[in-house]
């Protein structure tokens, strides 16, 4: 069965490190999101892609960066983490004909201290 | 003022209820809107869009309101089950692929 997945699912880093997350789809969806949810936010959009090599800031990008290299990965990487950064991280993917259902991944819990 | 606003609760609930949630949209020019369910420490998982004319699922029944900018979901005799969190979702006209998410409405439904 298709699928997302995310990983690492839990991950403790300090501050100023450099972080990646992975997220891996294989729907073959052209468009994949990255979130992040924190109590009394619900969730913010943070980068985004429509297709390999295209990547869009959201609303919440500063000390984010992502690639997609292909159709399957989209990793997140923080530059420097910082304590704001600690949050639920989620990915998600959605089919061009069915734009409106995004699939999320399982989630990545950050705690940068 | 966010764009998407719910009340966040706690609604807690006798088994068997039924209980409404409201959300509102600042966006006039919105065009889709849906609602997501999230379960404890888990992803967020489309539930059902709604629809101009309204709709319904089952026990669920999603409503529109464009002149008050507001959307609106019935659970009628609530299960345990039921208990989770959920999301209201909009998409602004222009910007398909884009979701914007409300902070989330928290759902107990008591035994």
């Known amino acids: 069965d298709a699928e997302i997945t995310q990983s690492p699912r839990h991950k403790i880093t300090e501050t100023g490190r450099q972080v990646t997350l992975a997220c891996h789809q294989t729907w073959n969806h052209n468009n994949m999101f990255w979130y992040r949810q924190d109590l009394g936010h619900g969730l913010r959009l943070i980068h985004y892609?429509?297709?390999?090599?295209?990547?869009n800031k959201g609303e919440v990008s500063d000390g984010y960066s992502v690639s997609r290299s292909n159709t399957e990965d989209l990793p997140l990487t923080l530059e420097s983490a910082a304590s704001s950064q600690t949050s639920v991280y989620f990915c998600a993917s959605s089919d061009t004909r069915r734009e409106e259902t995004q699939y999320f991944g399982p989630g990545t819990r950050l705690l940068v201290l | 003022r966010k764009e998407v606003e719910q009340d966040p609760g706690p609604f807690n609930v006798p088994e068997g209820a039924t209980v409404a949630f409201n959300c509102t949209y600042s966006?006039?020019?919105?065009?889709?809107f849906f609602w997501y369910r999230q379960d404890c420490r888990k992803e967020p998982k489309l539930l059902m869009s709604v629809y101009s004319s309204g709709n319904e699922d089952g026990r669920f029944t999603a409503q529109l309101n464009r002149a008050s900018q507001y959307i609106s979901l019935l659970i009628r005799d609530s299960k345990l089950s039921d208990s989770a969190t959920y999301l209201c979702v909009v998409i602004a006209s222009g910007s398909a692929r884009q979701l914007t998410f409300g902070s989330g409405t928290q759902l107990t439904v008591l035994p």
């Open positions: 892609s429509y297709g390999v090599q295209d990547t």
């Open positions: 966006n006039s020019a919105s065009q889709s």
